[in-house]
Structure formats: C-alpha cells, structure tokens
C-alpha cells in the first residue's frame, strides 16, 4: 500500500466487509454504523446487505475521502460516500468524488446548483458578518468584565478576613468582657436597689 | 433535509434534484441537523462534538433508542426522508451495486 493517507486498519477491515461507506469525519461514521446496524431491524425492505455487512470508515476530512474511494473502487468493492451538506458548493470536490466512484457522466445541471448555491451561502455570509462582528465585541467585553471581577476579588477577600480577625484579636476579646462584667455589675447593683426598697416598704 | 429547508424555495427544488442525481451516483449528502434530530433530548450544543458523540452513541446503544427510532420513522412517513429511511437508501445502494457485481462475475 503506497498511500500513506489510507489508515491501514481501515483498508484491512474494509477489505474483508461487503461493501464500505466513507465518511467525514469520526463522530459521523460512529453514528452512521451505529444507526446502520438497526437499519435491517426497523425497515420493512429487505436489503441484500444489511448493516453488518458494511464498514464505515471515517474519512478523516473530505480530501482523504476520495483516496478511499478510489482504493475500494479499485479492488470491486462496492462503495459510496456520505459527505456533508456544504460539500455541495464545491463542485471540484464533487467532480473528483464522482470519477473515484467510477462516475463518467458529468452532470451539467449539478455545476449549476453549485455555483447558485455557493453564491447564496457567500451572499448569506454578508448579512450575517456584522452581527457575528457584534457578537464578537460583546463577547470581548464579557471577558474583560469577567477578568476585572477575578483581579478585585482576591482585595475583597483580604477585606473581610482582616475584619474578621479584627473581632477576634486579644484586645478586643478584653474589651468586651470589660464592658460584659460591668452591665454586669449594674444589673447587680440594680436589683439589690430593688430588694431594699421592697424590703423597706 | 433540514439543510435544503432553510433555502429559499426557489432553490430546494434544484438542490433535492441536484441531491437525488449525485445519490444515485453514490455520493449521498447529509444536512448536519439530520442526524441529530433522532435525538432531541440530549441537551448538549452541538458545537462540542466530541461530548456529543459521546452522549449519542450512548445512547444509540440503549434500548429506549430501538422503540423511539421506530415511532419516529413511522411519524415521518408523509414528510420524506429520515435518519434511518435515509441510511436504509444508502445500504439500498450498496446492496444493488454487490448484485450487479455478482452477475457480471457469473
């Protein structure tokens, strides 16, 4: 194998399956072969293969996909591609799948389609750039806000603890006992007052 | 598709035409929301891929998904295609292509 772009696992394996699919990427194909084994469970058709049969290999980006195709192709086994909604814009890309999987017509109208909507995806990205921009500055500002808060706290803290501590210093602890004993006192010598009086009357 | 959907309606047509001759080609194009509509109750954004993945292969693999995904394709009967319908024209494909090689080879 002289591509080294092709993972050899992915050829080994596919080459012992009954047919490959290739994706883009490796969250879709795990998905994809996942859905693919209840395929033949859920559907009232009946395929020839069912989703056993198949392996998903994950393309790893929409380039390296067309070597696998090419590679599989060149040894018979049946093999399609799943590609992404915004491939569609690109029609070399499309034009280079189509000829891996062994496509001689070229379709007139599709080179059509994909220039009109490359057009209308570049045109959509014109109204949405300045509210992207926006977005874009309210997020930085966020972020300064956010950062200013993180800088003041560690002053906040240092403020109560040293409040804090305040209370429970030496001096303070005497003071209040000072004025603890004395209302003390007072209460005392109130109530004594009381008594003499009640006695006397 | 729920890609072709948002364009205007003077281009859905085109694209779903554009679409269906590219499939029979063997080059099947997917809108990203597709697939991830068959799982409207994991609340993660899509942007991180890589936990949402993970959430839906879990997923996937449970039970729940088996009696769900059925409800679900059976709802969508009138409204085209589905996750699963969808995947089913694709292994479709690949099993038309395994027959005719074999009847080459016989």
């Given at each position: 194998m002289r591509n080294k772009a092709l993972g050899k696992e992915d050829v080994i394996t596919g080459l012992f399956s009954r047919a490959v699919v290739i994706t883009e990427s490796f969250g879709d194909c795990s998905i994809f072969r996942e859905i693919a084994?209840?395929?033949?469970?859920?559907?009232?058709?009946?395929?020839?293969?069912?989703?056993?049969?198949?392996?998903?290999?994950?393309?790893?980006?929409?380039?390296?996909?067309?070597?696998?195709?090419?590679?599989?192709?060149?040894?018979?086994?049946?093999?399609v591609a799943i590609l992404d909604f915004d491939a569609l814009k690109q029609s070399s890309l499309i034009r280079k799948y189509l000829a891996a999987l062994g496509t001689t017509q070229e379709s007139e109208s599709f080179m059509q389609v994909s220039s009109e909507l490359g057009a209308y995806i570049r045109s959509m990205q014109e109204i949405i750039k300045?509210?992207?921009?926006?977005?874009?500055?309210?997020?930085?500002?966020?972020?300064?806000?956010?950062?200013?808060?993180?800088?003041?706290?560690?002053?906040?803290?240092?403020?109560?603890?040293?409040?804090?501590?305040?209370?429970?210093?030496?001096?303070?602890?005497?003071?209040?006992?000072?004025?603890?004993?004395?209302?003390?006192?007072?209460?005392?010598?109130?109530?004594?007052?009381?008594?003499?009086?009640?006695?006397?009357? | 598709m729920c890609g072709v959907a948002s364009l205007p309606n003077s281009m859905q047509r085109t694209v779903e035409g554009s679409i269906a001759q590219l499939e029979k080609q063997g080059l099947f194009i997917h809108a990203s929301g597709e697939v991830e509509s068959l799982f409207p109750h994991i609340n993660i954004a899509t942007s991180n891929k890589q936990e949402?993945?993970?959430?839906?292969?879990?997923?996937?693999?449970?039970?729940?998904?088996?009696?769900?995904?059925?409800?679900?394709?059976?709802?969508?009967?009138?409204?085209?295609?589905?996750?699963?319908?969808?995947?089913?024209?694709?292994?479709?494909?690949?099993?038309?292509?395994?027959?005719?090689?074999?009847?080459?080879?016989?």
């Open positions: 084994l209840h395929v033949s469970n859920l559907s009232n058709d009946v395929y020839p293969l069912t989703g056993t049969d198949v392996y998903f290999i994950d393309g790893q980006s929409k380039d390296s996909g067309v070597q696998y195709a090419k590679f599989f192709r060149s040894v018979n086994l049946p093999v300045p509210v992207h921009e926006s977005i874009e500055k309210v997020a930085t500002e966020f972020e300064k806000m956010t950062l200013q808060v993180k800088a003041l706290s560690p002053h906040f803290l240092h403020q109560s603890q040293r409040s804090h501590s305040n209370t429970n210093s030496p001096e303070m602890m005497i003071k209040s006992r000072n004025m603890l004993q004395t209302s003390s006192r007072i209460s005392k010598k109130l109530y004594l007052e009381d008594l003499l009086s009640s006695c006397v009357e | 949402w993945h993970a959430k839906a292969l879990e997923y996937l693999r449970s039970s729940e998904f088996l009696a769900l995904a059925n409800e679900y394709d059976q709802k969508s009967e009138t409204q085209g295609t589905t996750p699963i319908k969808w995947l089913g024209k694709v292994i479709q494909h690949l099993s038309s292509i395994s027959e005719r090689q074999t009847k080459a080879t016989d």
